[in-house]
């Protein structure tokens, strides 16, 4: 452009516009400069060379001078720069160019990521940009790709004879000496693929991975699921496909994290690679834990059918491919747990055999005609165990805590490696074991008397102040084909044991007629046989035979008013069937759970009937004691546990600590109900062990038919209980042990009673003096305190005063025993025990087993020997 074309500069004072408005600006109609205008920052408030007179207002004010800066150089406008002598300075400050030609300041450095996002305002600011946006996706997914190249690189394929090296789980005593060790190399053998049956590789596929052949090796929804489920705290998983579960088996660490699943995932996508299917599979059935302490194929076909792997049937192949799915469950013999009973595990077993079978013809790997000719379900072969005496029960109740309390797998668990210290007092596990074996010797002749057959004793031993169980008895041993804990039983009856839960009970609640006020053991009631029971309204309990139900005590003696105490002291039932109405037969179950008694060993069909007051739960041997442990700790209950620490890998694992005491009653309650039951020891149905020479308080419990018997007694150092039942093997119920030992009839007050005297006697040796109870003061409401009446004659029992054989109450009536001989054999438990339980020998309160209505599968029996899982629920 020509010079003489040349706009020229405009004035230094700003131009003609910027006269103009200095012009308007010294008119009182127009308002002052704002602060800061100028440019100075010591001028805000109009203290600069101008003051706030002297100085016109600049372009377009602070907005438009923020914008002119951040414009820069480029901009034809400027914001206003201070005056210098009087004068203003050209805008664009003081080397800016003003209206006209000049150098532009230099511009601002771009930083690498440019987030937040220059020249932006706003929200706008915080929007990253595509590229931004486009480089962290390349950079992550880089990252990614380096990351899995590394790990993929550095694992290895896992061999199968490496898992020979696992370890040994280690069991240890209390006082911190080795009791036994199991799991780890016992039992691994390893078979090449081809003496693997053809059909047991086609069972396993169809029912685990039905694509193996086809996949990738991994399956990364279920590789998604498990990480989520861990980073949620939430319950593991295992792999999905047959690869992944290969790998799972050959890692020997069992750390449930999630660095843990990722190598095992690029050991998987690397096993894929590298061996062909078949030998996937080997290794997979190889490694894999079958139960029996068997792992792999071989020595799954030597424990189940005592042939090779190379041998087994089809029949058999199915039944290891359904094994697989968790031994624990699936192994008939039954497992750790209240649901892995030896009847759930068998049923458990049959149904998933079976749909083995069709499944292998759904996915085409059996034909229809081939799958019509295979046979039934395989008869597996006895089981054998090296465990002798009680410590094959011991381990199995502690794994079970283990495995609750650790969040372990019973599977996981058995792959070794944990050294687990126990609260089991060798010595007392050890007397009463002496104990059991010594009444069993001179009472049973199993060669002589038929009844005397499949009779069962339990015990355990559990100390009140902590809660730790020191002793227990669960049969006659696994080296000796008994694998079910007599301890830890589900499904025996534990008869008058139950009343002081209801006594208990009526000192927490009270009964309707005291207004929720403690009720006294001094209260009477009706101790008649054959009292009409009636509800809180005072009308009569109708039985299913449309008439009022009438609770059949043991004996026909004309009781009358008598104190709760007395009828405890003589096992009356009458008076506690009608307490338990009164209280609410809700509020005797709560205070049976404030002792550690879950709703899992309520018996569910008496559960709002009269007889669930006298016994007809079946809490287990160590629940029991647990629960008299309360009465013995001033009213505290304690969880019942057996582990008292955990290490593995060098590490201790948390979760052991001592359980916490709970408030189940208060201490006067408690007190009151020892009172109750010391009485029941010096002159009632426990006087057998009166003379045991240290303060015991106990109670007695019988059920009909004498198919079980208890008894339940404690110190203040030990509470015991000890049970007898015998039960069918095969069908697994309850047996009547009427005749057996010779005697007409067994009672909680004869053999039990005997086996915890000659225990306890022993045990208490230990701990010094005994600790004399506390006094219990007196508690509660006395109500019908009303002069006994003379003795009334008891009906005579007609077939229109007895209960139908299903009452409503479900209470069916039991025959007076039998009066004994004037002359007493020298293995008559009975002998002492004359008229029928008057005396305080034997127990007077007979009771029913529960739901006379449901013949063979009722609850009475279940399985007498079933396991109970007392850690929680029908894990107990």
């Given at each position: ?251 020997l660490s069992q750390e449930q994290t999630l660095t843990r699943k990722f190598k095992e995932l690029f050991i998987s996508i690397k096993v894929n690679q590298k061996l062909t299917k078949d030998d996937i ?581 279940g399985n007498g020997n079933g396991n109970g899982g007392i850690f929680g629920g029908p894990s107990g």
């Open positions: 452009m020509s010079e003489h074309r040349r706009k020229q500069p405009q004035p230094q004072g700003g131009g003609r516009a910027a006269a103009r408005r200095g012009q308007a600006g010294s008119s009182s109609g127009r308002r002052a400069a704002p602060r800061s205008a100028t440019g100075s920052p010591s001028d805000s408030y109009g203290s600069g060379p101008s003051g706030s007179e002297g100085e016109d207002r600049p372009y377009g004010g602070r907005a438009e001078a923020r914008r002119a800066a951040q414009r820069g150089g480029g901009s034809r406008r400027r914001a206003a720069e201070p005056a210098r002598g009087g004068r203003r300075a050209a805008p664009g400050g003081p080397g800016g160019p003003g209206r006209g030609r000049g150098r532009s300041a230099p511009p601002a450095r771009k930083r690498f990521i440019d987030y937040p996002r220059a020249g932006k305002y706003g929200a706008a600011r915080w929007v990253p940009s595509w590229r931004l946006i486009t480089g962290i996706f390349v950079a992550f997914m880089g990252g990614l790709v380096t990351a899995a190249g590394i790990g993929y690189a550095m694992v290895g394929i896992p061999k199968p004879q490496d898992t020979a090296l696992a370890q040994n789980n280690v069991f240890y005593w209390s006082n911190g000496k080795q009791m036994a060790s199991t799991g780890g190399q016992t039992n691994r053998q390893l078979v090449n693929n081809s003496e693997i049956p053809p059909q047991m590789k086609d069972a396993v596929v169809s029912a685990e991975n039905a694509s193996f052949y086809d996949d990738k090796g991994i399956d990364p929804a279920g590789i998604a699921r498990a990480v989520l489920n861990m980073a949620r705290g939430g319950e593991t998983q295992g792999g999905s496909t047959i690869t992944q579960q290969f790998v799972k088996n050959t890692y599979l080997a290794g997979y059935l190889n490694t894999a834990y079958y139960g029996r302490n068997s792992y792999g194929i071989q020595a799954a076909a030597q424990a189940y059918f005592g042939v090779d792997a190379k041998d087994l049937s089809t029949e058999q192949c199915a039944f290891l491919a359904a094994v697989l799915k968790g031994p624990n469950f699936y192994n008939p013999d039954g497992g750790v747990g209240a649901n892995a009973t030896k009847e759930a595990n068998t049923k458990r077993a049959k149904e998933r055999w079976s749909w083995i079978l069709d499944r292998m013809v759904e996915v085409k790997r059996m034909t229809p005609a081939e799958r019509a000719k295979v046979g039934k379900f395989p008869t597996v072969k006895k089981q054998s165990s090296n465990l002798s005496g009680q410590s094959g029960y011991l381990i199995d109740i502690a794994k079970e805590y283990v495995a609750k309390k650790a969040n372990l797998s019973p599977e996981d668990l058995e792959k070794g490696g944990y050294r687990i210290y126990t609260t089991f007092d060798k010595q007392k596990v050890n007397e009463m074991a002496a104990a059991v074996e010594k009444t069993e010797k001179s009472f049973l002749d199993p060669k002589k008397r038929e009844k005397d057959k499949y009779v069962q004793f339990g015990g355990a031993s559990v100390d009140p102040k902590t809660g730790a169980i020191v002793a227990l008895y669960g049969g006659a041993g696994y080296n000796k084909g008994h694998y079910s804990n007599n301890a830890n039983t589900l499904g025996v009856p534990v008869g008058s044991t139950w009343k002081p839960i209801v006594l208990a009970a009526s000192m927490k609640y009270g009964t309707y007629e005291t207004n929720g006020k403690a009720l006294s053991p001094l209260t009477k009631y009706n101790g008649n046989d054959l009292l009409e029971i009636k509800d809180q309204n005072g009308d009569p309990i109708m039985g299913d035979n449309g008439k009022p139900f009438r609770q059949k005590n043991e004996g026909t003696t004309a009781w009358g008013e008598v104190t709760l105490k007395k009828a405890m002291e003589q096992s009356i039932n009458s008076p506690f069937a009608q307490l338990g109405i009164d209280v609410g037969l809700s509020r005797t179950q709560e205070m049976a759970k404030d002792l550690g008694i879950s709703e899992a060993f309520f018996d569910k069909a008496n559960i709002r009937n009269v007889s669930f007051s006298l016994g007809t739960s079946t809490p287990s041997a160590i629940r029991m004691a647990d629960a008299y442990g309360a009465f013995a700790n001033d009213g505290k209950h304690i969880e019942p546990y057996s582990v008292t620490k955990v290490i593995h890998e060098g590490k201790q694992l948390d979760g052991f600590e001592e359980p916490e005491e709970q408030d189940a009653m208060e201490p006067n309650v408690a007190n009151n109900v020892t009172d109750v039951l010391e009485n029941v020891v010096q002159n009632g149905t426990g006087k057998k062990v009166a003379d045991i020479g240290f303060p015991v308080a106990g109670k007695t419990g019988t059920t009909d038919e004498n198919k079980s018997a208890w008894f339940v007694g404690y110190t203040r150092e030990l509470s015991t209980a000890v049970t007898l039942f015998r039960t069918d093997p095969a069908k697994g119920k309850l047996l009547s042990m009427n005749g057996t030992g010779g005697v007409s009839s067994i009672h909680g007050g004869d053999i039990p009673a005997q086996v915890w005297k000659d225990y306890m006697v022993e045990a208490m040796k230990s701990y010094g003096t005994p600790e004399p109870f506390p006094e219990a003061e007196p508690i509660g409401e006395v109500i019908n305190d009303t002069p006994t009446p003379s003795a009334i004659p008891t009906p005579t029992e007609t077939e229109d005063e007895s209960p139908s054989p299903t009452p409503t109450p479900s209470e069916s009536l039991t025959s007076p025993s039998p009066t004994p001989t004037a002359t007493c054999d020298e293995f008559d438990w009975q002998c002492n025990n004359a008229n029928g339980g008057q005396n305080g020998g034997s127990d007077g309160g007979t009771t029913s087993s529960p739901t006379p209505t449901e013949t063979e599968t009722d609850n009475s029996g």
